[in-house]
Structures are given as C-alpha cells and as structure tokens.
Nanobody, 123 residues
Framework: QVQLGESGGGSVRAGDSLRLSCTYPGRTYTVATMAWFRQAPTRELEFLANINWSGERVEYADAVKDRFTISRNSAKNMVLLQMNSLKPEETGVYYC????????????????WGQGPQVTVSA
C-alpha cells in the first residue's frame, strides 16, 4: 500500500473554513474510491465523505453533508475536502484513505492511508 500525502490541517475558530488536500502518489487506475475520516479524541474513527475516482459518485455522513464538500482533481491525483462552518467538536485528526474496490464507508475497507493532519477548532 502506498502512503497518501495530506496537507491543509491547522487551527481555526468555530465557524471558519479549512481545506484539506490528499494526493495519491501511485498509479490511479487502481483506485476505486477515496475517502476522508476523522479521529476525534476519545471517539472512534468516523467516516466523513467519499468520492469515486471518476468523480461521479459522492457520499457524505449526515453530520457534515451540508457543510463539507469532497472533490477531486484527476490531473493532480488529488482529492480535496472543503470544510465550512467548523465546530469545536470537530477537532481531531483527519485521514485520507484509498479503496481499490467498491464505494465503501467502513474504514476497514480502505487499504492506503495518509498520515492524518491535525485540525483544531476553538470556540
């Protein structure tokens, strides 16, 4: 499995926006779906959004579907997560992941992961 490259984490205030980027360094013809997950303190890994590599199908968790947007830049092998109206409880480590089959939500279906930038949202 390849290591995905992530960027864009940081510290913001409640209500602010932040954009995360994830780059797949390998041959993308093997990638079926890319996703973002969040690991908040004392909580399990949480699915946020995914997108198939052609960009035709996207899915969101109910908690973020009206505020977050996932997209991809196929020319740059990149997937983006635009996060608006961030809340303090959304503080955590945000992981990008790649699946090589299907369009799954469970994290165990994803085989390649990024290092997980920290996002801190203060009140």
């Amino acid at each position: 499995q390849v290591q995905l490259g992530e960027s864009g984490g940081g510290s913001v205030r409640a209500g602010d926006s932040l954009r995360l980027s994830c780059t797949y360094p390998g041959r993308t013809y093997t990638v079926a779906t890319m996703a973002w997950f969040r690991q908040a303190p004392t909580r399990e890994l949480e699915f946020l959004a995914n997108i198939n590599w052609s960009g035709e199908r996207v899915e969101y968790a109910d908690a973020v579907k009206d505020r977050f947007t996932i997209s991809r830049n196929s020319a740059k092998n990149m997937v983006l997560l635009q996060m608006n109206s961030l809340k303090p409880e959304e503080t955590g480590v945000y992981y990008c992941a790649a699946a090589f089959a299907g369009h799954p939500s469970p994290p165990e279906k994803y085989e390649s992961w990024g290092q997980g930038p920290q996002v801190t949202v203060s009140a």
